[in-house]
């Protein structure tokens, strides 16, 4: 049976299914197998699991274990339960904003323009040069721009990823999420201008880490993990010294790695010390970073990834926090591949944040032949739709690549 625990319950003997903890590149641990001994026990502590599954079918049992399906059931009520809400979390009446194609064209070429910016600011640093902070205000600008108009054009966009270009795409997207989720909450302007730079700065310090660990599709040594965690000294290093960025700014590379229970890097700070920003920048990264394929995992559905959150809720990131990302982005995120009545697949391309079971959605796709349809835009919420979402579907298990469809 697969019991989640916790690491002071893990012992020598157990078999460990998974560490619960994909934001960590899991070249720098296998994620599964038995422990052998205490010091293995103490690694994955250091790597800051703190609760991780157990198969007690091929190893050493934990009686007081939860069974994996209890952990589900707590996902799955959550889930429930946000899915019925009438949320109003920085809700927007539909009709009095442009629809998702209208903005399209924009979105791209700022989309496009943001990760442009990321990519001449590392030219920069290489050749000695400082970090341009007009060109990450302006570039924070016009995307905050086009999340005004409608946000769901830039989020579509930053679901299609290219090979090779984790870093600069993760780092846009990271601002755009901050923005979404500060501009749902309803903070200040001012604020959510500083947050959208400081996502799209965040882990910039990532240039200095040579790229053969970056990189590397097999397993990081102990030393090239610390390495890696250097990013973030690194990344307040190039921050430090660059003139006109804004506290909130700067401090969103300094504590997006912490994490509430102690457990993150670099300092390892206790709760009271880390910000709502660093809070809210934890979630969107972490978002963000399991979303991805990677050399060393393959990305979870958005929808997945939401209820990974909930789980890491528990010790890692501030649950309200994450309910109200999730009531943001919806339970049914733009990227979700869901089933609808009828034998029909879509993609959702709007979320409905106030009914959120009646998203809008880019219907492709036939079950039941299993065959690719004619694309057609379908609005849940219209009188006349005949659909509803029945499931959630795993593009990979049904070997459909939805980005075109996004
Ligand atoms: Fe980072």
Not at 20 to 29: D, E, H, I
Not at 113 to 139: F, H, L, Q, R, W
Request: proline fraction near 4%; aromatic fraction near 6%.
């Amino acid at each position: 049976m697969i019991k989640k625990i916790s690491i002071d319950q893990l012992l020598p003997g157990m078999y460990v299914a998974d560490l619960n903890n994909q934001w960590v590149p899991s070249k720098n641990a296998s994620r599964s197998g038995v422990v052998k001994t205490q010091a293995i026990i103490e690694k994955i502590r250091a790597l800051g699991v703190t609760e991780l599954f157990i198969d007690s079918d091929k190893g050493v049992d934990c009686t007081d274990g939860k069974s994996a399906d209890s952990v589900k059931q707590l996902q799955a009520s959550q889930f429930n339960s946000l899915s019925v809400q009438s949320g109003t979390l920085g809700a927007v009446q539909r009709s009095s904003r442009p629809t998702v194609t209208q903005e399209r064209d924009r979105a791209e070429k700022r989309y496009s323009a943001a990760k442009d910016m990321i990519g001449s600011i590392i030219e920069d640093i290489k050749t000695g040069k400082g970090v341009n902070a007009d060109a990450v205000d302006n570039t924070a600008s016009d995307l905050i721009e086009s999340l005004n108009a409608n946000e769901n054009a830039l989020t579509c966009l930053s679901f299609i990823r290219t090979k090779d270009e984790y870093l600069l795409e993760h780092s846009v997207n990271v601002g755009l999420l901050l923005g979404i989720f500060a501009k749902a909450r309803r903070m200040d302007d001012t604020i959510i201008h500083q947050l959208v730079a400081g996502g799209l700065l965040h882990d910039i310090g990532k240039i200095l880490v040579p790229t053969e660990i970056l990189n590397k599709p097999g397993k990081l040594e102990p030393e090239e993990w610390d390495e890696m965690k250097r990013h973030v000294t690194y990344g307040e290093q190039i921050l430090d010294v660059t003139a006109g960025l804004s506290d909130i700014t700067r401090s969103i590379c300094s504590i997006h790695h912490e994490r509430l229970d102690g457990s993150g890097y670099p300092r390892n700070l206790p709760a009271k010390k880390i910000t709502i920003y660093g809070r809210m920048a934890a979630i969107c990264d972490v978002f963000d970073a399991v979303t991805a394929d990677r050399v060393y995992h393959i990305g979870m559905g958005p929808n997945d990834a939401l209820k990974k959150l909930i789980e890491w809720s528990i010790f890692h990131l501030d649950k309200d926090l994450v309910y109200d990302f999730i009531r943001c982005l919806s339970v049914y995120p733009v990227g979700t591949l869901v089933e609808l009545s009828g034998g029909r697949a879509a993609v959702i391309i709007e979320p409905n944040r106030r009914q959120p079971k009646l998203p809008v959605v880019r219907l492709f796709y036939s079950t039941k032949q299993q065959r690719l349809l004619t694309p057609e835009i379908i609005d849940l919420a219209s009188k006349d739709c005949a659909y509803e979402i029945i499931n959630t579907l795993d593009s990979r298990q049904l070997g459909i690549d939805i980005r075109p469809f996004l």
